[in-house]
């Protein structure tokens, strides 16, 4: 039996145990993010509570759009309809909180964003973004660079790390 060196190990595949293991990353940032936040409430620190809250959505966000329910839990199109409009349910609670705490608490507010777009989370999280892109042009060939499910796969998860890293240093 020839193997073909141009395949796809099972590995990387679609649902996959690396795309299985990024949903798990994302979703460990997403639980950090959340607890930081709950310490920063108990210290009344709100200026980064409304931040924390708000950005957590970012990972959750990323673990739906990692995971295609119906493949890797085997349920039917009406569960997986339901699990989005339930974590489309969350996002929303999660923003309007973290924009209920930002109206209510954070003064002056213009102070708070410019705090919010150079907090070392937020470096992580541009970092994140840009890793990511650059896993897209590996998923799409774009900017000549060859298609590439692995490196895909493997900057996409490096990006997800960087957003669980993120999450660690919210405070």
Known sequence: MEANLLATPEIFTENGFLENIQVMVLLVATIFFLVRSFALYKKDGFILLAYGLFVSTFPFIGAGRELSFGATLGIGAQSVLGIK??????????????????????????????RYLSHPTSLHIYLAILVFGASSAFEQGSFQMPKSVILEEILELIAFTILLRAAWVLK
């Open 85 to 114: 409009i339930l974590m489309g349910c969350i996002v929303v609670l999660l923003v309007a909180a973290a924009l209920f705490v930002f109206l209510r608490f954070v003064a002056p507010k213009t102070t708070a964003i410019f």
